[in-house]
């Protein structure tokens, strides 16, 4: 599909948007990852009752205000994982396990996240089309700012993939993909603001500390940047969430999703105890 064939994936559905600024449990860890795979399950439901309408699809947007590291199930391979994860703790993160693929990323208050959940059942799209559909929205959404976004692999930066976030040839966000049943989450994180570099070095002590191997990368720090450093001036994450969100209102039909309906909180309870225990068995004994 062309750039301009998926962003019509937007027109083609209505849009719950969840913002996770919102959401009465946000402080807690491992909150927005429930949420995550709550989406999942929530969607498919929504659409089962919506049968001769568009289909619904989800944005949710879930910026971390606790400085945290989410780390990737392959992660926990590490040979002295315990270790890594005092680490991080010592210098102030949460640490949490996701369940998307990928390796340990670094979410603090310039780090803006977004997952876009689609039902195949209406779009059938393939791994590579979700990733590329995801691309395709960010560059959207930048056009604004006179960025132009490239997608392609910086093996020294932490979490790399192939579909990494590459402006002026430095990565700046990262897309993660799980998939239930018929339902796809495409998740990103857009490094807005911040001290880049020293997330990077974080991420390099973490996987120096936890004795990594080949299987995970070599960080330079500097083969990261965020969006303020490239436009040379500051850029707010409510400013940028807000233009994402405001750009979906001019697309196509968005209503604000419930953290409050009971469906989503019958469904999210029980896979929040799942992602609590799941990110509890790496805590470092005290």
Known sequence: MTDSNLLSILSQHKWLVFQEQENPLKDQRDVALAYQDSFLRYLLQKNDLQKKDKAYGVFHFYPIFKPSVFLGAKDKLLK???????????????????????????????????????????????????????????????????????????????????????????????????????????????????????????????????????????????????LSEILGQD????????????????????DQGNYKDPELISIYQPLFEKAYQRSQKIQPLT
């Open 235 to 254: 850029l707010s994450l409510s400013d940028y969430q807000k233009h994402f969100i405001n750009y979906l209102s001019q697309k196509t039909a968005i």
């Open 80 to 226: 002295n994982l315990p270790k890594g994860v005092s680490y991080l703790k010592e210098a102030g993160y949460q640490v949490s396990v996701r369940p998307h693929g990928g390796l340990g990323v670094v979410e603090d208050a310039g780090i803006l996240n977004f997952a876009i959940v689609t039902d195949n059942r209406s779009i059938n799209l393939s791994i590579d089309q979700a990733f590329s559909f995801s691309i395709a929205v960010i560059q959207a959404t930048l056009n604004h700012y006179g960025l132009t976004v490239e997608a392609y692999e910086i093996a020294d930066s932490y979490c790399p993939g192939k579909y990494d976030v590459v402006i002026n040839q430095k990565k700046v966000g990262g897309i993660a993909q799980r998939r239930y049943k018929d339902a796809v989450t495409t998740a990103a994180y857009i490094g807005v603001n911040g001290n880049q570099f020293a997330r990077g070095q974080l991420m390099k002590q973490f996987y120096s500390l936890s004795q990594s191997d080949q299987r995970f990368p070599t960080i330079e720090p500097r083969s990261m940047s965020t």
